[in-house]
């Protein structure tokens, strides 16, 4: 991959996603979600137009990313409960932006809007430098095959456009259930102390914060009795 730059080129192309797209079959109410709500809730994607997130949420409020939020269920109760900070969700599968678009439209969220692209390129190219509050990863593809552990999206790659996007003091969280990867995290976000201050503390694992919802993948791992891990990083 290469390093972002201050003007993002739109021929640029990632070779190694973090993800395989399944279209996936939609419900009739995420087809018509995506009639009536994609409009309002959704923002259209175009390389090297920046995200003015005064205008598209119409307020100066913090704002929280949140990368590949699955079905949407938890990013929506944790914007629900946080009205105070504009949230943004950036997920590629289909069925999961139909279903978060129906949360929002049943929660009568005012606060909350979808991208649907590889968040890797939105990052690389859309979103502001020290724009972003937070950001949130939670439970990403493990890719578990050694031969596939370049899909895994937390790489120092991606670490330098987190570092970019986030404000001092701004907080990236990630959490996974998957322990090799969880290890992994940990060794790529404290070798970039420079720009990431551990808030647990070089070399460990935060405690899981109480206002994280459960995720539909945090569960499954919970089943399949794996230890979910969280990670708590400051920005500097
Ligand atoms: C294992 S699921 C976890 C979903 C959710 N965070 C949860 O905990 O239930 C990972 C999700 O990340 C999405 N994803 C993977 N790479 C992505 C990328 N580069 N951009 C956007 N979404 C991505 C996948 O489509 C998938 O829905």
Excluded: C
Excluded at 9 to 28: C, D, M, N, Q, Y
Excluded at 87 to 113: C, D, K, M, Q, S
Excluded at 122 to 132: G, K, N, T
């Amino acid at each position: 991959m290469n390093p972002p730059t201050d003007s993002p080129t739109p021929s640029w192309h990632r070779a190694i996603r973090s993800f395989v797209l399944r279209e996936g079959r939609l419900t009739l109410a995420q087809e018509r979600a995506f009639r009536e709500l994609w409009p309002r809730f959704g923002l259209d994607w175009s390389p090297g137009v920046p995200l003015d997130f005064g205008a598209i949420f119409g307020n100066d409020r913090p704002v929280v990313l949140e990368i590949g939020f699955g079905n949407g269920d938890s990013l929506a109760e944790m914007a629900e409960q946080d009205p105070a900070r504009n949230w943004l969700g950036i997920e590629v599968h289909r069925p999961g932006v139909g279903h978060l678009l129906l949360e929002i439209e049943r929660r009568a969220l005012a606060n909350l809007r979808i991208v649907r692209h590889d968040a890797v390129e939105v990052l690389a190219h859309s979103i502001p430098p020290v724009s972003l509050d937070a950001v949130q990863l939670f439970f990403p593809d493990p890719w578990p095959k050694r031969r596939h552990h370049k899909r895994r999206i937390l790489s120092p790659d991606l670490v330098v456009l987190l570092a970019r996007a986030i404000r001092p003091g701004g907080i990236f969280h990630a959490a996974t259930d998957w322990e090799p990867y969880a290890e992994q995290m940990l060794e790529t976000l404290d070798a970039a102390a420079d720009q990431f201050e551990n808030t647990a503390g070089q070399g460990q694992f935060a405690s899981r914060p109480a206002l994280r919802p459960l995720t539909r993948f945090e569960q499954r791992g919970e089943r399949l009795g794996h230890r979910v891990r969280d990670l708590l990083f400051r920005r500097r």
